[in-house]
């Protein structure tokens, strides 16, 4: 897995309503303390964590989910599709991912020259646990005609779900897919056809409650294994329920990465 050492990270342009009132905001000793703890985390639970080194200017490349979207298709094939970032800020850190994967022997694809519409990558698209299947949200970031294209090229079947609500700007901040049979949601973020497309599809849906997906993040959450969830200090119902559910609950602290409106699961990016 992948993580971007937050060396430049900080609140210096408002694209999400959750940085509104926190420029200049970050505290960047405790960004960094509770970033060593993510990574300390994750090394303790035996994933091996490769670092791409933010870089100056680039003040949300911590959020290295959001700039590709890692495959590896049936046959075995690993790659990545690069994203189109929506916010002009954020374009210029897709090239630094190119490089990691290129590096790493990925077959690197951008989306189709005459192809309109942006795709933020593992903001918005979301792979099922186990199943060659992505869940792909639009709305905010993300164009949905961009699926279609890129669901027809790759092979695989794409469920769209359109994202009604600007706090949960990305689908990473409402969905979270914790095995192939449970995720974790806020309902008040998708339509009634979306919400009904996931209940078909995972037989067990925790609901997060507003307070705790909305302020802490609780749906951006991130299960490394399909045991542990990681995620935000405080979520007190949602963390009952995964217990509830048999999941070993890991709480971390990304206070400073919620002003810029990204916690755990946009903090790392899986590859294969
Ligand atoms: N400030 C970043 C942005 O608005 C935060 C991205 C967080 N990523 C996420 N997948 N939720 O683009």
Request: hydrophobic fraction near 35%.
């Amino acid at each position: 897995m992948l993580l971007t050492s937050p060396d430049h990270f900080e609140v210096a342009y408002v694209i999400n309503p959750h940085m509104e009132g926190h420029i200049g905001d970050v505290d960047a000793e405790r960004a960094r303390a509770q970033w060593d703890a993510l990574r300390a985390a994750y090394e303790r639970v035996g994933m091996e964590v490769s670092v791409v080194a933010g870089q100056p200017g680039l003040p949300d490349m911590v959020f290295c989910a959001n700039q590709t979207l890692p495959y590896l298709t049936p046959g075995g094939q690993r790659g990545a599709i690069l994203s189109r970032m929506h916010a002009p800020q954020r374009k210029p850190e897709v090239e630094h991912y190119a490089r990691f994967f290129e590096s790493e022997g990925y077959e690197v694809t951008g989306l189709d020259p005459d192809l309109p519409g942006d795709f933020e990558g593992m903001g918005d698209a979301l792979w099922h646990p186990g199943r060659y299947l992505l869940w792909g949200g639009y709305g905010y970031r993300t164009d949905r005609g961009v699926y279609d294209r890129l669901g027809d090229k790759m092979g695989f079947p794409v469920l769209p779900l359109h994202l009604e609500d600007p706090d949960f700007y990305h689908l990473d901040t409402c969905l979270c897919p914790l095995d192939e049979h449970t995720a974790l949601v806020y309902p008040g973020a998708f339509d009634d056809e979306g919400l009904a497309t996931i209940r078909a599809h995972f037989a067990r849906v925790l609901e997060a409650p507003e307070h705790e997906a909305r302020d802490l993040f609780a749906c951006n959450a991130h299960s490394p294994d399909g045991r542990h969830v990681f995620i935000q200090r405080g979520c007190t119902e949602t963390n009952a329920m995964l217990r509830e559910a048999g999941f070993e609950v890991v709480e971390l602290d990304t206070d400073e990465y919620l002003k810029s409106g990204g916690s755990v699961f946009c903090m790392k990016l899986m590859y294969w």
